[in-house]
Structure formats: C-alpha cells, structure tokens
C-alpha cells in the first residue's frame, strides 16, 4: 500500500497551487481519501476529504471553505487538491490519506485514517 503526496512548494501570498495524491495497492475507489496538514508547531488537522465513489460528496474544514477544492479521478488512482488563495497560514506539511468506506460516497474528516503517505511541504511566503 503506498499513498504519494506531491506538488508542494513555495509560493507568494495569494498564490496558488495543485497537490496531488496518487495511490497504489488497495482498491482505490473502496476508500474515502482525506487531505491533512500539521505547521510547524501545531496539532495536525484534517483540511478535506471526498468519497470514494465517481460522485463522492466532500467535506472541507472551515478555514479552506472557498479556497481548497479536492477533487479524484478514480481511473488514475489519484484524489487532487487545488490551494487557491494561500496565506502565510497555509504553510505546513501536507498529507493524503484513505480511509475504507467500503465504496460509499462519504466521507468524515473526523474518522481514523487506514493508510497514509508521506507529506509534501506547501510553504506561503514573501
């Protein structure tokens, strides 16, 4: 099982930028994929996540409503997350991770994460 992250880096406030996550080893659209991210110093927190069916619903926390948009493309393997409208604080790690939804269109930030990648680091400066 193997969950890559990537598509990190720097950029400007407001500013954007399209992380990816790409999967291998499960069945993919058997699993809710989420998006997390931890700054330096703080709790890791849970930022979106869609479910694994073709119309999975999504759900995004509230500081990114409007601004992140997660979307998948189960013949790829692969669940997008597009950043628009970064602020200084966005920098943070960022990491993908599935969660066995038993192919359902749901999804919960709030559940324990089965698998999980290594992150990719976004960060937002001048």
């Known amino acids: 099982v193997q969950l890559q992250a990537s598509g990190g880096g720097l950029v400007q406030p407001g500013g954007s930028l399209r992380l990816s996550c790409t999967a291998s080893?499960?069945?993919?659209?058997?699993?809710?994929i989420a998006w997390f991210r931890q700054a330096p110093g703080k709790e890791r927190e849970g930022i979106a996540c869609i479910g694994g069916s073709t119309d999975g619903s999504t759900e995004y926390t509230d500081s990114v409503k409007g601004r992140f948009t997660i979307s998948r493309d189960n013949a790829k393997n692969t669940v997008l997350l597009q950043l628009n409208s970064l602020n200084p604080e966005d920098t943070a790690v960022y990491y993908c991770?599935?969660?066995?939804?038993?192919?359902?269109?749901?999804?919960?930030?709030?559940?324990?994460?089965?698998?999980w990648g290594l992150g990719t680091l976004v960060t937002v400066s001048s």
């Open positions: 991770a599935a969660d066995y939804t038993y192919g359902s269109s749901w999804c919960s930030l709030g559940r324990e994460y089965d698998y």
């Open positions: 080893g499960f069945t993919f659209d058997y699993y809710a």
